[in-house]
Structures are given as C-alpha cells and as structure tokens.
C-alpha cells in the first residue's frame, strides 16, 4: 500500500509545531502501526532527516507508552486496541492518516509525537502505601477476598497508564486512570487502613496536575485499551466524598 502521513512534528515543549506531510510506498498490511513508522524513520535517517520521536517499549498492549492519537481518536480506530497492536490491514492504498500526541496541559510535549506523563506518576505515589507485611510472601489463602472483589479489583488493575483516557476527555480528565488506580486498592482488604488518606490525596494531587473535572461525556471508557468502566470514576467520587467527610 501507499499510505500518506500527516505527522505533528515538534522540538521540544516551548517550539511551535505543525503537521508535516510524508508519502510511504510499500506498507504491507501485516505491519503494525509502529512498524510502518519503523519504516518511515528508516526512510528519514537513510535521507539524513530528523526520525519521527514517539513513545514505546513492550509493543505487546501492557505498557501503554504508545499513546497516540490517530485520525483524531486515541490509539486509532479499533475498539480496545492499543496502537502497538493496531495493524495496516486497517488501512487501505491511499489512505491518509493523522498522527499526532494527545493534548492535555498536564501532558506537556518532549518532542514530536512523545509527551510527559509524569503526572500520572505523581498521583500513584501520592496514594502511598498498603499495610502489608514486607519480607517473605503470606500464604495466599492467609487474607479471604470474595471472588467478585477480586475480580472487580483486578478488572481495574488492568489500566496501563496509556493516558488514552485524557486525551479523548473534552477536559482532559485524569478521572478514569486515577479512579481506576483507587478502586484496585480501595475494594482490597489490605488496602482498607489506608483508604481514606489516598483518596484524599490521590484526587488532590490530580487536581493539582492541571487535569480537568470529569463532566460524564464517557469519551475516557470509548477509547480505553483495555476497557475499564466509568464506574471506576463513580467509584472515586464516593470514597473521596465518605474521606473528607
């Protein structure tokens, strides 16, 4: 196939970008979309231009660092699908596909296509920590969890932290990611003693980040790769609202 690229090209945070036009022959419909953008760089380099930055590393849909935003939805067209693993058979001869970085004030851009998520990080560690014994592993069946929290629990923990969440929000809320994060802990027992302070801290800290408040367009659960429900947002609502009273 022959694919033409619009691609957001930037040097570095404080740089003006704009999208720049490229024309790829000979993209097979097995590649995945960061092999087509493999082959593109190889093309750059061998002209001795600037390669495209964008963000990856386990290309297997468990990392979420392959936070693109294409034709304008985050990671692309197919339903819970990250980018690493959305195909060119998607794609046919001549089509012409935008790619750019998702735009949130709390995600300034490094370069190109690869911007900061470290807020994200940030709101993790604000959470703390879990009263659990450090050392050697208890003995699994030592601390009885129902399975339906358990399965709830683990549903949430499955967020990669893609920030796939915020760039389809019209507010650029961190809702779904940070609600997800809680809700893993929170419905745990050896995340009880500590529930009300991160849920407090946690929120607080998002806030703090520049992210926007969620207005329930559900935008966040759409695009989400590994399709964690908004309950997890009704679920923060309600521990941080029980915290602070």
Known sequence: MTINLKIWRQKNAKAEGKF???KLNG???HMSFLEMLDVLNENLIKEGKDPVEFDYDCREGICGSCNLVINGRAH???HM???CQLHMRNYSDGDTIVVEPPRAKAFPIVRDLVVDRSAFDRIIEAGGYVSVKT???PEANLIPVEKDTADEAFDYATCIGCGACVAACPNSSASLFTGAKLAHLNSLPQGKPERDKR???M???MEAEGFGDCSNHAECEA???VGISISAIAEMRRDYMKAMF
Request: aromatic share 4%; charged share 15%.
């Open 135 to 137: 050392g050697a592993a």
């Open 76 to 78: 692309g067209p197919k």
């Open 27 to 29: 993209v097979s419909e």
């Open 223 to 225: 695009v989400c790769p």
């Open 203 to 205: 929120v607080e800290q």
């Open 20 to 22: 720049q036009d490229y």
């Open 199 to 201: 849920s407090i801290a």
């Open 81 to 83: 699908t990250a980018a």
